[in-house]
T-cell receptor, first 113, second 113 residues
Framework: QKEVEQDPGPLSVPEGAIVSLNCTYS??????FMWYRQYSRKGPELLMY????GNKEDGRFTAQVDKSSKYISLFIRDSQPSDSATYLC?????????????FGQGTRLTINP | NAGVTQTPKFQVLKTGQSMTLQCAQD?????MSWYRQDPGMGLRLIHY???????DQGEVPNGYNVSRSTTEDFPLRLLSAAPSQTSVYFC????????????FGPGTRLTVT
């Protein structure tokens, strides 16, 4: 079983829809939860991160973490064609003095005008 | 700040050839990593470094060598290229404290024929 599971999609929705992207994980040692956005033929870039359970909002984006269920989500409100990209979840912690970072497989999202 | 830079952007190799992918960062990050990204496989860690002179293997190290003589540079060497190494390669650097978010370069698209 992978430490981080993410539905690869692809996911296609109309412009203006609310998008929900999700990841589950198995390692309870993870402390930080991140979402990266990767446009076609570009490197991933950090979108936002959270440290604890709960919600964090940044404009049209909301990251949600439920540590009890080992489940994280990214919501995109009023989705725009410019949001079309691959979204990767990532989780990190410090284990035995070493940094550990694990990525999900990525979900390809298309917003249709 | 240029961030993380990678050269070349594209490369075609014949089986058995060797080459070095260059990576540099100007953020004074201690941690640097190399990933490969293949369709359906997500990002897989090849090698990483926690500081100058210190490197370690990631998930898929076979066929690759790294060294870290300075904080800024972290080259990846392909010893004898194989078609299975056809991929997109990303270099990343990260902070030494949490949340350990990765800053990625633009990537190198490598084809081995």
């Amino acid at each position: 079983q992978k430490e981080v599971e993410q539905d690869p999609g692809p996911l296609s929705v109309p412009e203006g829809a609310i998008v929900s992207l999700n990841c589950t994980y198995s390692n309870s040692a993870f402390q930080y939860f991140m979402w990266y956005r990767q446009y076609s033929r570009k490197g991933p870039e950090l979108l936002m991160y959270t440290y604890s359970s709960g919600n964090k909002e940044d404009g049209r984006f909301t990251a949600q973490v439920d540590k009890s269920s080992k489940y994280i989500s990214l919501f995109i409100r009023d989705s725009q064609p410019s949001d079309s990209a691959t979204y990767l979840c990532a989780m990190s912690s410090r284990i035995q003095g070493a940094q550990k970072l694990v990525f999900g497989q990525g979900t390809r999202l298309t917003i249709n005008p | 700040n240029a961030g993380v830079t990678q050269t070349p952007k594209f490369q075609v190799l014949k089986t058995g050839q060797s080459m070095t992918l260059q990576c540099a960062q100007d953020m004074n990050h201690e941690y640097m990593s190399w990933y490969r990204q293949d369709p359906g496989m997500g990002l897989r860690l090849i090698h990483y470094s926690v500081g100058a002179g210190i490197t370690d293997q990631g998930e898929v190290p076979n066929g690759y060598n790294v060294s870290r003589s300075t904080t800024e540079d972290f080259p990846l060497r392909l010893l004898s290229a194989a078609p299975s190494q056809t991929s997109v390669y990303f270099c990343a650097s990260s902070t030494s404290g949490g949340p350990y978010e990765q800053y990625f370069g633009p990537g190198t698209r490598l084809t081995v024929t």
